[in-house]
């Protein structure tokens, strides 16, 4: 009977060992692993107060250019005589003859001097015709006036977007719009 209770004995420290082996494994994964990103706060759970960044003022002036840009409706009348009055974001898919084309887009303001800002509006859509799908990126770029608040063609895009018409259409393009998504530098 004691050898019984001897081997209960060994078998139970084995197996304490063991866990504890696998226990202080466990720990050192926990030490060396990855931070995981912790759930999002509720509005029941406490938060810790964080204090915004301040912005320049300019700052906030091109932030404010880039929601106009986004959001301003512009008049035009197209080449067929249609009128539209849609954002320019619209108006720039309207020149590929897609405006209601599903698409991602990012508009960026630089400040260029005293109320006048260069408005890139970078529109990338994807035709599903072709396998695999292909993407096409528009590129258009506009002066902004901010004491006007008018909008005025850079590249060819743009002016396709503000006028209805193709500058690189016509029988003698000018160079400076064409082609319609080449980036300009001012």
């Not at 139970?12 to 082996?21: E, Q, S, W």
């Not at 890139?120 to 506009?142: G, H, N, V, Y």
């Amino acid at each position: 009977m004691n050898t019984r209770r001897l081997v209960a004995f060994l078998l139970a420290l084995v197996t304490c060992l063991l866990a504890m082996a696998c226990g202080s494994e466990a720990n050192d994964r926990l030490v060396t692993a990855t931070p995981t990103a912790l759930p999002a706060t509720t509005g029941t759970q406490a938060s810790t107060p964080t204090t915004p960044v301040p912005r320049s003022e300019l700052a906030l002036r091109g932030e404010a250019v880039e929601r106009t840009a986004d959001s301003a409706a512009q008049r035009v009348t197209w080449a067929d005589g249609t009128e539209y009055q849609e954002i320019l974001p619209t108006l720039i898919l309207r020149t590929l003859g897609q405006p209601d084309a599903p698409q991602g887009r990012r508009v960026v303001a630089e400040w260029l001097e005293d109320n006048r800002w260069l408005v890139t509006i970078f529109i990338r859509i994807q035709d599903r015709s072709t396998e695999p799908p292909t993407p096409i990126d528009l590129l258009a770029q506009f002066h902004y006036d901010e004491g006007s608040g008018a909008f005025e063609a850079v590249n060819g895009r743009a002016s396709f977007a503000l006028t209805g018409r193709d500058p690189c259409a016509v029988d003698e393009p000018p160079a400076d719009l064409c082609p319609l998504d080449k980036e300009s530098i001012p």
